[in-house]
């Protein structure tokens, strides 16, 4: 399993303490920091859907100019994530051959404890 987000971020810190809690290995990618390229934004776009990925209620995109906004589109998406991570909804895990866009401990427990 692997978990992307950002360190500091407060979904991401309930997230990760949710798995160590459970005892659910994993490893974390800050992709502010580590970065994020454009072939596993790809797959992920594929598997959760840019609209899944594109967090609409953060800072991040209420910045954004309203041009930007109103005329938003699969590719200007994928440019736009890969140019501010953070507009990324938090967090992003890897498990297997599934991609899970946000944190919901109910839907975690069912999905990873096994």
């Known amino acids: 399993m692997k978990l992307y987000g950002i360190r500091?971020?407060?979904?991401?810190?309930?997230?990760?303490?949710?798995?160590?809690?459970?005892g659910i290995n994993y490893e974390f990618h800050d992709f502010k920091k580590d970065?994020?390229?454009?072939d596993r934004l790809s797959r992920w776009e594929q598997t959760a859907s840019w609209e899944v990925l594109l967090n609409r209620r953060g800072t991040t995109?209420?910045?954004?100019?309203?041009?930007?906004?109103?005329?938003?589109?699969?590719?200007?998406?994928?440019?736009?994530m890969l140019d501010n991570p953070s507009i990324i909804k938090r967090p992003v895990v890897e498990h297997g051959?599934?991609?899970?866009?946000?944190?919901?401990?109910?839907e975690w427990a069912e999905r990873f404890k096994h």
């Open 97 to 106: 051959d599934t991609v899970s866009v946000g944190f919901n401990a109910g």
């Open 35 to 38: 970065g994020l390229d454009t």
């Open 8 to 22: 500091n971020c407060d979904t991401v810190k309930k997230a990760r303490k949710w798995l160590d809690d459970a």
């Open 61 to 80: 995109w209420r910045k954004l100019p309203d041009e930007v906004r109103d005329n938003i589109s699969p590719q200007s998406a994928h440019d736009l």
